[in-house]
């Protein structure tokens, strides 16, 4: 039995290895609206609220969620409706679901004060 060399296929060439090759990924774009030290823009409060969670979450791990919707809580229960709307922006930026079941939670409760 006689072998035969076969150069390997280029990519240019082959479809298979044209299909299995990793396409290059294209030019990434900046679709931030707004100059990053301005706090007043469209996603300056956006900004500002990313902080304030990871911040939150640097402190309390991975229960940060938890702990922001016990905040959110305590003040939504003792009549702190800013409190209440912070802790609760803070907890929907670290667990959206947590937030929503918190959002339902207090829907049907009453403020004091």
């Not at 280029?10 to 290059?24: D, G, N, Y």
């Not at 990924?25 to 990053?36: E, H, I, M, T, V």
């Amino acid at each position: 039995m006689s072998f035969h060399f076969a150069a390997a296929r280029s990519v240019a060439h082959s479809p298979i290895a044209r299909a299995l090759a990793k396409k290059a990924l294209g030019r990434a774009a900046n679709d931030n609206p707004c100059d990053a030290s301005d706090l007043t823009g469209p996603l300056g409060g956006q900004d500002l609220m990313l902080k304030a969670a990871l911040r939150h979450f640097a402190e309390h791990g991975l229960g940060a969620a938890r702990e922001a919707r016990k905040h959110a809580e305590r003040a939504f229960f003792t009549g702190d409706s800013q409190g209440y709307d912070w802790w609760l922006r803070v907890c929907r930026t670290l667990d959206r679901r947590l937030a929503a079941d918190l959002d339902r939670t207090t829907a049907g409760a009453t403020l004091i004060g």
